[in-house]
T-cell receptor
């Protein structure tokens, strides 16, 4: 009964490769997010989708392309991976309300290591 | 721009003691939300507690309470009767804005809490 799930949990790849991370939520939420947590544990939002529509795009390189096939799924594709892309990527989801009901619930994270 | 500051990079507390984790925020908005998350060594982000800017009462969730001082722009997390399992990174976050149903959370740098037996 996992609420927000991500695959894979670990991803090790060479520079220049293309990789994808998948996210699924079964909370019935309309809004999903991608966050990046760097080596210093700093968390920053990358993208947000509401009902399959891109709403927030936070100055992320074009090599990162999110895709939302339906409101329960949000995938992240990364082209031409660079060393600086090494981080933990978190997916999250929330209801589009204003108040305690819009708490974001996070997936377990995907640790990406680029060699 | 909205900003969250957590001034304690690390804290060490004896088991069963209460602990306060500091969080100050900066915003010019009248309506905002404040959140605390816990990140244990296993890596997941666990939601702990929420405080709305118009809430008159401090939020409480079990052993967690939020000491909200609006005039000082602080939202400290208080953990009562700490347990070994409370050892983790703790992040304070603020809802910076909301647009078309999507909200942007701004996070602080985090505080690493270690509970000693």
């Amino acid at each position: 009964d996992t609420a927000v799930s991500q695959t894979p949990k670990y991803l090790v790849t060479q520079m220049g490769n293309d990789k994808s991370i998948k996210c699924e939520q079964n909370l019935g939420h309309d809004t999903m997010y991608w966050y990046k947590q760097d080596s210093k544990k700093f968390l920053k939002i990358m993208f947000s989708y509401n009902n399959k529509e891109l709403i927030i795009n936070e100055t992320v390189p074009n090599r990162f392309s999110p895709k939302s096939p339906d409101k329960a799924h949000l995938n992240l594709h990364i082209n031409s991976l660079e060393l600086g892309d090494s981080a933990v990527y978190f997916c999250a989801s929330s209801q589009p309300a204003s108040g305690p009901g819009d708490t974001q619930y996070f997936g377990p994270g995907t640790r990406l290591t680029v060699l | 721009a909205q900003k969250i500051t957590q001034t304690q990079p690390g804290m060490f507390v004896q088991e069963k003691e209460a602990v306060t984790l500091d969080c100050t925020y900066d915003t010019s908005d009248q309506s905002y939300g404040l959140f605390w998350y816990k990140q244990p060594s296993s890596g997941e982000m666990i939601f702990l507690i929420y405080q709305g800017s118009y809430d008159e009462q401090n939020a409480t969730e079990g052993r967690y309470s939020l000491n909200f001082q609006k005039a000082r722009k602080s939202a400290n997390l208080v953990i009562s009767a700490s347990q070994l399992g409370d050892s983790a990174m703790y992040f304070c976050a603020m809802r910076a804005f909301q647009i078309q149903g999507a909200q942007k959370l701004v996070f602080g740098q985090g505080t690493r809490l270690t509970i000693n037996p």
